[in-house]
């Protein structure tokens, strides 16, 4: 039997699927990855691979002038979505879900750095596994709910932290993934001017990075596991 093929979107080298990695193997994806760097990223068919993940970076979604690869990665991405094929965004790649949707993209009021629980709406999504757990937030751009999905957590600072569409679309603004991959240190080194903005040291993170990073990558992987379980593409 063939494998089922699974497509990364890697926006930056330091943000990767890190811990969601093992559920999806474990579910049975051979998993590819491409960077919006590399020269054969605008002719990859997004609507083929049997499950698209995105993953995040610094850059808005809005920056469409800076970062003309946003442009093209939407269109491919609406044809997707409209055919619902099973497709995960998380943070930068949440956003471009909403974008890719209709719904408008923007800077928030401030920057959400740090781990922290989300509010979660919905017990009987797969986000129950993280109630009560703190997840890495690391972003300060957010979104409206575009038509038709159903919102599954907030934070205090952000109503808008996750929504799925059926049970094939799904989008985190938070980072779940987050708390054992060593290319952390690179977030630290790459991000040291939001930290100042956010008013974060980073002693205070690598401290909370210690303390609760194994319990949000133990609740992020039951948290994709569960819902690739579901997925009817």
């Known amino acids: 039997m063939t494998a089922k093929r699974a497509l990364i979107i890697r926006h930056v080298p330091y943000e990767g ?33 049997d499950l698209l993940i995105m993953m995040g970076g610094p850059m808005g979604v809005y920056e469409q002038d800076q970062h ?7 269109r491919r991405l609406a044809r997707r979505i409209a055919a619902d094929r099973p497709t995960l965004g998380v943070c ?11 719904a408008p993209v923007f800077a928030g009021p401030q920057v ?9 709406h919905a017990p009987d999504s797969p986000l129950r596994h993280l109630a009560e757990v703190p997840v890495l937030h690391w972003h300060g751009d957010t979104f ?14 952000y109503p808008h932290q996750a929504f ?4 094939n679309l799904l989008a985190l603004q938070f980072h779940a993934e987050m708390g054992e991959d060593p290319r952390f240190e690179a977030w630290l080194e790459e991000g040291e001017a939001t930290l100042a903005r956010a008013g974060v040291t980073e002693p205070a993170l690598r401290a909370a990075h210690a ?20 997925l009817t593409d």
């Open 211 to 230: 303390a609760h990073g194994p319990g949000a990558v133990a609740a992020g992987r039951a948290m994709i596991a569960e819902w690739l379980a579901d």
């Open 112 to 120: 959400e750095i740090g781990f922290h629980p989300v509010a979660v």
């Open 144 to 157: 409206d709910l575009p038509d038709e999905v159903e919102l599954l957590a907030s934070s205090p600072l």
């Open 92 to 102: 930068f790649g949440a956003q471009m879900m909403a974008a890719a949707m209709g």
């Open 17 to 49: 699927v890190a811990a969601y990695r093992a559920p999806i193997e474990a579910a049975g994806y051979a998993i590819d990855r491409i960077d919006v760097a590399d020269p054969a990223f605008p002719s990859v068919d997004l609507a083929e691979p």
């Open 68 to 74: 003309p690869w946003i442009t093209c990665q939407l």
């Open 164 to 167: 799925r569409r059926g049970p």
